[in-house]
């Protein structure tokens, strides 16, 4: 059974950082497209930053380029989300995501949240300005 569960969310100013975390279980952790996606209220999921934990190939929304780095620990199975220069338009819902033994993805498909199967709880982040 797979399972993901985030932590590390909370409510921090503008300018500041915060790290989530995600624990992954139940599948080959190492054979996996990794991301995060985040989603805030009236609008459309998205995504923010993916990895391939085999290779360790990252991909990155625009939006987030130079502040958002993704990262893993494959020995605990987690990966990571380091968010510095927050801004108050990322405040959203963050969801950790998994495609185990996926097809290799597009630059464009790889951020698309309907190509991954298995989601975690979400984490919510709040940027006040």
């Known amino acids: 059974q797979v399972q993901l569960v985030e932590s590390g969310g909370g409510s921090v100013q503008a300018g500041g950082s915060l790290r989530l975390s995600c624990a992954a279980s139940g599948y080959t952790y190492s054979r996996a497209y990794m991301g995060w996606f985040r989603q805030a209220p009236g609008k459309e999921r998205e995504g923010v930053a993916v990895?391939?934990?085999?290779?360790?190939?990252?991909y990155y929304a625009d939006s987030v380029k130079g502040r958002f780095t993704i990262s893993q620990d494959n020995a605990k199975n987690t990966l990571y989300l380091q968010m510095n220069s927050l801004k108050p338009e990322d405040t959203a819902m963050y969801y950790c995501?998994?495609?185990?033994?996926?097809?290799?993805?597009?630059?464009?498909?790889?951020?698309?949240?309907?190509?991954?199967?298995?989601w975690g709880q979400g984490t919510q982040v709040t940027v006040s300005s």
């Open positions: 990895i391939y934990t085999g290779s360790g190939r990252t």
């Open positions: 995501a998994a495609a185990p033994g996926a097809v290799p993805y597009s630059v464009y498909a790889v951020l698309q949240p309907h190509e991954y199967n298995y």
